[in-house]
């Protein structure tokens, strides 16, 4: 028993909990939801199951960007006081505890260097090209089939869902042109150019897949990128995006039937948008019409908001009250700080969005390229998906967060290209 608990606390088997927990989070965002959850546990109990336990709950209480993210379970947990769905009410809130034990995990994070974060990346890159191929393999095989599904707003077969899968790629993509031009290498100087044909590769396969969230989510995290440039050094870096971005865009129309058909039927739905009896047929009237639902339930309850429990519901009946003619099922709100509103009113809304911005401004992460990018992504993804209501979302939030968090430390804020 004392050889079992000795290795147990050997640092050699905490470095590699670590590890095991973070690459299962991120190949259990690929492929199971149950490894995603068994990777929390690990890393939380890799920090709660220490002999310095005493050590990372006070390193934790008085770091405050990291336990900001905690404030978003505390409200989901306070608005059961006023929810009358229990089991759905209890979904919502279990949902959230990564945002608790991720951040109390990072305490033990001590062994964890910039080769460690390197390895990872590789992974999520090895994980996206092979997830990327996946998907063009039946672009390539059923080339005239698919192309008449996107003219239907359908989509490409893909691993995970494909909002997520895209949001994960642009976040890729960033790293790689960071890590490309700043000679982010484990040994090897060729390593460099495993970043360019992969960034390459998913930038194509992003504008096949035409996934419009995930597309938006790019240009503007590579936006922010070229001004965070422009501010530093030069600023004909923006000159060349705003230029290049029509060109990139001209193509795309012309060599890309996915992306063609996509284009097309935003303009088509976008035609169609001030018609009631058209929005139940375009591939944005549930989001426009979950809008409009959600608004009616924060004018009505702006303080406190339905619970997490019953926003299902409330939405459901505001929309189908505006709606009558429509016989879809309304969806839930797809944004997430409309959806904090309808669900936790003014207050609540305002404490969540608090939580998830702190930290990138209290330790000025902004400062640096990387988290810079990732929260433009995220904060455009939470613009267009409530992101933070699924586990995938929850995961790559986090996950990225912490390991942006972490090598912005390691690199001891010396910010280059």
């Known amino acids: 028993m004392y050889l079992v608990l000795q290795l147990f606390y050997h640092p050699t088997f905490r470095y590699w909990a670590v590890l095991v927990g973070l690459a299962s989070i991120i190949i259990g965002i690929f492929f199971s939801p149950v490894l995603q959850t068994l990777g929390v546990f690990v890393i939380a109990g890799n920090a709660i199951l220490h002999k310095e336990l005493y050590t ?126 700043n000679d982010v290498k484990i040994n090897y100087k060729w390593e460099k150019y495993i970043y360019l044909i992969a960034g390459i590769l998913l930038f194509i396969g992003l504008h096949i897949l035409a996934v419009r969230s995930g597309l938006l989510c790019l240009y503007t995290a590579i936006m922010s990128y070229l001004i965070w440039h422009a501010i530093r050094f030069h600023y004909y870096y923006l000159l060349g995006f705003i230029l290049i971005v029509p060109f990139i865009f001209g193509i795309s129309y012309t060599m890309i039937p996915t992306f063609k058909s996509k284009l097309d039927y935003t303009i088509y739905d976008w035609k169609l948008f001030g018609s009631k009896l058209e929005l139940q047929n375009i591939s944005d009237g549930q989001r426009i019409m979950s809008y409009r639902g959600a608004w009616e339930i924060i004018k009505s309850k702006p303080w406190h908001g339905t619970g997490a429990g019953d926003i299902k519901i409330e939405v459901h009946k505001a929309t189908q009250a505006l709606y009558p003619q429509v016989t879809q099922t309304p969806k839930d709100p797809h944004n997430q700080f409309i959806y904090w509103l309808t669900a936790f009113g003014i207050i609540g809304g305002i404490l969540c969005t608090w939580s998830i911005y702190y930290s990138y401004f209290a330790l000025r992460l902004y400062l640096h390229p990387l988290p810079l990018s990732f929260i433009v992504i995220f904060t455009v993804s939470c613009m267009v998906e409530a992101s933070l209501e699924t586990q995938l979302g929850i995961s790559i939030y986090i996950i990225f967060t912490l390991l942006w968090l972490k090598w912005t430390q390691l690199t001891n804020s010396s910010y280059t290209n």
């Open 56 to 181: 990372h709950i006070r390193v934790f209480m008085q770091s405050k960007y990291l336990w900001c993210y905690s404030l978003i379970v505390l409200v989901y947990m306070i608005s059961g006081l006023w929810s009358q769905d229990t089991s759905y009410y209890v979904q919502r809130t279990l949902s959230k505890l990564p945002l608790l034990f991720l951040p109390l995990g990072y305490t033990a994070w001590k062994s964890i260097h910039k080769r460690e974060i390197i390895c990872l990346m590789y992974l999520c890159i090895l994980l996206s090209c092979a997830a990327v191929c996946y998907s063009l393999f039946y672009f390539i095989q059923y080339n005239t089939y698919y192309e008449q599904q996107y003219r239907m707003a359908k989509v490409l077969p893909t691993w995970i869902n494909h909002i997520r899968m895209s949001v994960f790629f642009a976040i890729v993509i960033i790293w790689c042109i960071y890590a490309y031009f």
